[in-house]
């Protein structure tokens, strides 16, 4: 199982957010004793940094001259060193520690998650076709799902059974084209989605009757 750290690339904050945040961390690590008391940066030299690199934002956004957005791009990569470094110092010393991890304000590495099988689309939709003979197959999106099964059967009136038969495969969830198809005979279809993982449910069959 891995263990819990905190990211290290905030180069993703937007920019007006970057000395808010890094504000935020110097407040939370101010005092800190989960962790040791020469760690690097200071709070204090972090949020020097902060305002140092927000000051010089608001003046290169507000009409600054190239040399004054040149000084903020100078801060803002400052601030963001600062931040990789305490970061890498925060996760070498918590140790995958979740409550030291989560007492600094830095942001957590997002977990993987294990993928599972397709879920069952919620509706299907099924309307004629241009030509006489055909039948547009239309269903809500599933999730997780990269490829789809589309299955066409008729109702066997001595079991009163679906017979079900061949198999149609699509990316799409839309406009599916079924052809030929039996005038005047009613088709039934469900729909269920594939991914690396496997297969997931047959969704309820619906029917129509194809002109």
């Known amino acids: 199982m891995r263990r819990d750290k905190v990211k290290t690339d905030y180069t993703g904050v937007k920019d007006s957010e970057l000395a808010i945040l890094a504000g935020k961390i110097a407040g939370f690590m ?4 989960n962790f040791s008391t020469d760690i690097k940066p200071s709070a204090a030299e972090l949020l020097a940094a902060a305002e140092d690199y927000r000051i010089k934002h608001e003046i290169a956004i507000n009409g600054g001259s190239s040399h004054e957005k040149e000084l903020k791009k100078e801060a803002k990569s400052k601030l963001l060193n600062m931040l990789t470094h305490l970061a890498h110092m925060v996760n070498i010393e918590a140790q995958g520690n ?3 991890l989560s007492s600094t ?3 957590f590495n997002k977990q993987p998650t294990a993928q599972q099988e397709p879920g069952i689309t919620d509706r299907i939709i099924l309307k004629d076709g241009r030509l006489t003979g055909q039948m547009r197959v239309d269903f809500d999106r599933i999730y997780n799902a990269y490829e789809y099964e589309i299955q066409v059967g008729e ?5 009163e059974r679906i017979i079900w038969g061949e198999m149609h495969l699509t990316a799409s969830s839309m406009n599916t084209i079924i052809a030929p198809l039996v005038p005047g005979t009613r088709y039934y279809v469900r729909v269920r989605g594939r991914n690396k993982i496997g297969t997931g449910d047959w969704s309820d069959p619906v029917s129509m009757m194809v002109r």
């Open 105 to 107: 304000g830095l942001v």
């Open 30 to 33: 101010e005092g800190n004793t």
């Open 98 to 100: 979740t409550v030291a």
């Open 155 to 159: 109702m066997d009136s001595s079991s």
